[in-house]
């Protein structure tokens, strides 16, 4: 039976209500870690679509997304300010602007959802077509215009019991479970139909069952790794007089850690290209790291001597030389899309801000007796590029140069993220950060070891290779959209013959 859920009672509270639930959703995000805010929020956020027009529900979700995006990606602000040298007025605008644009997804998504129910939500629409729809936002919102992951629901719940179903079904299907809970309480409370209260005991339950369990197992002996965070400000990290003291810096920091199997500088930490510094500094540390039997993997820029193009790279040295080149790049960060754009205004002319993309299907880089799957960065954000060196690779390396976010959200929110990475793929993970914060994290997600922001460190420690793989990696994104699939079917079956 269709069941109207809260029919109006927001009344003109209802705008206020969608702009506070979204700016209380990254609360559950690190470094708050409020986990159970994410379905709190949706749930005032689908409670506020009730009962009003599509418009006004557009307008609902505009501003749900301008609380979460505002508050949740405010580091934008930080990278454009502090570090990209624009002015105070130009920097909050630019951030606006993102912010709003990112808000108009949801807005689009209230617009459509209300075309299809009508201003009348019912039970059917919030627990089987709202789920899924915001399964369809986090999943476009990770594509369009070469995607922004960020913010995704199923991140959020790493510290909490749904966590037992990322290695299942993915941070994207955690997400859907996340609007599913949601859904269903908002249906509990409006209609005291409180036997809807086990299905979400038991999605809760069976993911606490879930987190007992061991995807992967160990692969050979455990092997020791040193991760050097240099904390080179990012004011003065380009700048020529700079660089002897920077590779003084990571040469002093590797050569007391010789005792460790596998050492990592983060990502840019030689600031010049490859061919620059190889017959000074690369070929002989190669040598003292194979007299050591130790391999190091550092960040640099690799310029293709041909067509002067360059690559955003990690370089290994040791028994064999290798690069990875960083596939997915970041805009105005890592090129400027619009290349007009260059000069404009200094941020739009950041030092090494014209990379090209490395191939897709490069070979994983074998280190301390180990495939390795790298990424730089924010390539770590999206799980499906991750993916694709699993089940081969038995360790994840990420290298992130973060500095130029500051004491901001950034740092704790991207460290979550790539616990979740760990735990999707049943393999460690290890993050080599500029400034911090850098982890070693174990394979169920879980941090082994971190740094502390803005200090020079050495973050080492004995971490266990894995092999095998987790459902998520045999079956990807397959079993979650045929769920989705099915639940769209199921409400179109009950919807059509209810009317």
């Given at each position: 039976m269709q069941t109207p859920v809260f029919q109006g009672w927001l009344g003109q509270k209802g705008n206020a209500v969608a702009l506070i639930a979204g700016a209380i959703?990254?609360?559950s995000f690190s470094p708050?870690?409020?986990y159970p805010l994410a379905i709190v929020s949706l749930v005032l956020l689908f409670a506020s679509w009730q009962s009003i027009s599509a418009r006004q529900a557009a307008w609902r979700g505009f501003l749900f997304g301008v609380g979460m995006f505002g508050v949740g990606v405010s580091w934008i602000y930080v990278a454009i300010h502090d570090f990209g040298l624009a002015s105070?007025?130009?920097?909050g605008l630019l951030t606006a602007l993102f912010v709003c644009f990112l808000a108009l997804y949801l807005a689009a998504l209230a617009?459509?959802?209300?075309?299809?129910?009508?201003?009348?939500?019912?039970?059917?629409?919030?627990?089987?077509?709202?789920?899924?729809?915001?399964?369809?936002?986090?999943?476009?919102?990770?594509?369009?215009?070469?995607?922004?992951?960020?913010l995704e629901l199923g991140?959020?719940?790493?510290?909490?019991?749904l966590a037992g179903y990322t290695p299942v079904i993915g941070v994207l299907g955690v997400s859907w479970l996340v609007a599913l809970t949601a859904g269903l309480l908002l249906v509990l409370v409006q209609t005291r139909r409180w036997w809807l209260v086990l299905p979400i005991i038991a999605i809760w339950a069976g993911g606490s069952a879930l987190q007992s369990y061991q995807w992967t197992t160990p692969e050979g002996e455990a092997i020791k790794v040193s991760l050097i965070q240099g904390n080179i400000p990012q004011e003065i990290k380009w700048n020529p007089e700079q660089l002897f003291k920077t590779l003084a810096l990571y040469q002093a920091r590797t050569e007391q850690n010789w005792d460790s199997d596998l050492?990592?500088?983060?990502?840019?930490?030689?600031?010049v290209f490859h061919h620059q510094a190889k017959e000074y500094f690369l070929d002989p540390l190669a040598e003292l790291a194979r007299k050591n039997d130790t391999d190091i993997l550092l960040g640099l820029p690799v310029m293709q001597q041909e067509s002067r193009n360059y690559f955003n790279s990690m370089l290994l040295l040791g028994q064999e030389e290798a690069f990875y080149h960083k596939r997915h790049l970041v805009p105005f960060g890592d090129y400027v899309p619009l290349e007009w754009l260059r000069g404009l205004i200094q941020f739009f002319n950041l030092p090494m801000s014209s990379f090209v993309s490395g191939e897709e299907d490069q070979a994983l880089l074998h280190a301390a007796g180990h495939d390795i799957g790298i990424s730089i960065c924010y390539e770590d954000t999206f799980s499906a590029e991750v993916l694709t060196t699993v089940p081969e690779a038995s360790l994840l390396v990420n290298a992130t140069n973060n500095a130029w976010y500051g004491d901001s959200f950034a740092p704790h929110q991207h460290l979550q993220i790539s616990q979740n990475r760990a735990l999707e793929t049943g393999r460690p993970v290890l993050r080599a950060?500029?400034?911090g914060i850098s982890a070693l994290i174990n394979f169920d997600g879980q941090l082994i070891g971190q740094t502390a922001q803005f200090e020079q460190a050495v973050l080492s420690g004995e971490i266990q290779p894995r092999q095998g793989a987790t459902a998520y990696v045999s079956y990807g994104r397959w079993s979650i959209l045929l769920i989705?699939?099915?639940m769209l079917m199921v409400w179109a079956y009950y919807r059509r013959t209810l009317h």
């Open positions: 959703l990254p609360l708050f870690h409020f105070v007025f130009l920097a617009w459509l959802i209300k075309r299809i129910s009508g201003p009348m939500l019912t039970s059917l629409d919030m627990v089987l077509l709202l789920p899924v729809a915001w399964l369809g936002f986090e999943w476009f919102k990770a594509w369009f215009l070469t995607g922004f992951p960020w991140i959020s719940q790493i510290d909490g019991p050492v990592i500088w983060p990502e840019n930490a030689v600031t950060t500029t400034n989705a699939l099915f």
